[in-house]
């Protein structure tokens, strides 16, 4: 008995240390102690240590505060602290529950802790622009950092962060756009929100939170806040469409009109160098020229201005290349399928027409041949021979101008070697006035 009742005195002891700990009014522990110690006198042991775990239990709770903080106030006083982590309650201590007493904080239902990074999802703010006749939706974020707060704080600023904010953000809007038409305000309610967040977020005054961010809300952001501004904002972007075809089909104009001037060029070049054969293969062996040159009613391009001519001297496509045989040289003219032989004896040139005629195969390609003029007098050059296979010949299967000196050179040795050379010669390869029926063959001179 003796040793029971040291222990429950004991217990008693504890329970006071507890109560003195944990800054809670004295006389209240106090009062559980002297009643447990008469309980002591009057009922067994067992009894007593009952009611004493029973009061315990009823009197202390243990609380976990992590990630947030907690109010503790104590019943029938004024005291109150803020708290976070894991601690041991005893009453008449408790953890408020009420969260209007949580000021700015009050909507979140808990209070966060100093540092850390919130979004606060703002209301919609309704945004009259055009003088009130249209009203736009605007839906915000806000990402700020809690600075440290003491209850005084909480109890001076009762409004809930997000209305705060959703003042501010309606006021600035409103006072920006009111006057601006409704596409003008969705470019500036967009500006405001990229270049001016340090103004608005200076505006933002709240004791506990310090605005970092400033976010338009990136599923909703604007919208038509009633059916007028819906539709003015249909017609905006059919006008935006039509501006946007309107700008592709001048591209494409433009596209189209390059196209006609690269086609122009190209018909002009294309008549250059339709003049420049006609001019070359109209004449006979360098004799007057042909009467169709630069008729305009052959090439069909009236509407096309006339190309300049180009110094003969100058025009690569007249340039002539000259390469020397045994018994002749050949002049060729580069790409125009025609060259002009000439020979050392006139009497060989004359024995190779009349032995071979006007058409000859020189290295697999048919030619045309026949005697050159000079295209000033009009007069036949004994010594020349014009060879012709065509300038759509010469692009697939050049004939070069040494195959040309090969063959002639072969066929001078051919004909002096024989007894027949001076009868050959002799002859006329070609009747008077024959020349005229292979018109178109020979070079411009």
């Known amino acids: 008995l003796i040793s029971a009742r040291a222990r429950t005195q004991a217990l008693c002891q504890s329970v006071g240390a507890m109560a003195a700990t944990s800054a809670t009014p004295i006389f209240v522990h106090a009062g559980a102690a002297a009643a447990l110690a008469c309980l002591l006198a009057v009922l067994p042991v067992p ?10 239990f009823a009197t202390c709770h243990f609380v976990e505060a992590h990630g947030h903080r907690v109010m503790i106030r104590t019943a029938w006083s004024n005291d109150v602290r803020l708290a976070n982590g894991s601690m041991l309650l005893v009453f008449p201590e408790y953890v408020v529950s009420d969260k209007s007493q949580f000021g700015p904080w009050r909507s979140r239902g808990q209070l966060p802790l100093v540092g850390q990074v919130l979004e606060v999802d703002v209301p919609e703010v309704l945004v009259m622009v055009e003088q009130g006749l249209y009203c736009l939706k605007v839906n915000t974020r806000v990402v700020g950092c809690v600075q440290d707060f003491t209850v005084e704080n909480l109890i001076q600023n009762p409004i809930s962060l997000e209305h705060r904010i959703h003042n501010v953000i309606a006021s600035t809007l409103r006072s920006a756009v009111h006057d601006k038409s409704l596409e003008e305000a969705l470019v500036d309610i967009q500006r405001l929100f990229s270049k001016d967040i340090a103004g608005i977020s200076a505006l933002i005054a709240v004791p506990a939170f310090q605005v970092t961010q400033l976010l338009l809300d990136p599923n909703v952001s604007i919208s038509a806040a009633d059916v007028a501004t819906r539709q003015a904002l249909d017609i905006i972007v059919q006008r935006k469409q039509e501006r ?12 189209e009109e390059q196209k006609v001037k690269l086609r122009r060029i190209a018909l002009q070049i294309s008549r250059e160098e339709l003049m420049l054969q006609q001019e070359t293969y109209s004449q006979e062996g360098g004799g007057k020229k042909g ?19 180009t110094a003969r001297s100058e025009d690569a496509r007249r340039q002539v290349i000259v390469e020397e045989g045994q018994f002749c040289h050949a002049k060729k003219h580069s790409s125009m399928g025609c060259a002009v032989v000439t020979f050392k004896d006139p009497r060989v040139r004359q024995a190779v027409l009349n032995s071979i005629g006007a058409e000859a195969t020189i290295s697999d390609i048919k030619v045309k041949l026949k005697p050159h003029f000079d295209k000033d007098t009009n007069t036949e050059v004994i010594t020349d021979l014009f060879v012709g296979w065509g300038r759509q010949v010469e692009k697939t299967t050049p004939l070069s101008e040494a195959d040309l000196v090969k063959y002639f050179d072969d066929m001078h040795a051919s004909l002096t ?11 006329s390869a070609v009747p008077a006035g024959d020349h005229r029926s292979l018109r178109g063959l020979g070079p411009a001179g």
């Open 291 to 309: 009467k169709g040159k630069g008729d305009k009613g052959d090439d069909g391009d009236d509407d096309l201005p006339k190309p300049e001519r």
């Open 244 to 255: 946007a075809w309107g700008s592709v089909l001048e591209a494409s104009m433009e596209t």
């Open 417 to 427: 070697n024989t007894g027949r050379f001076d009868a050959i010669s002799a002859r």
């Open 47 to 56: 009894v007593v240590l009952l009611a004493a775990a029973v009061w315990v």
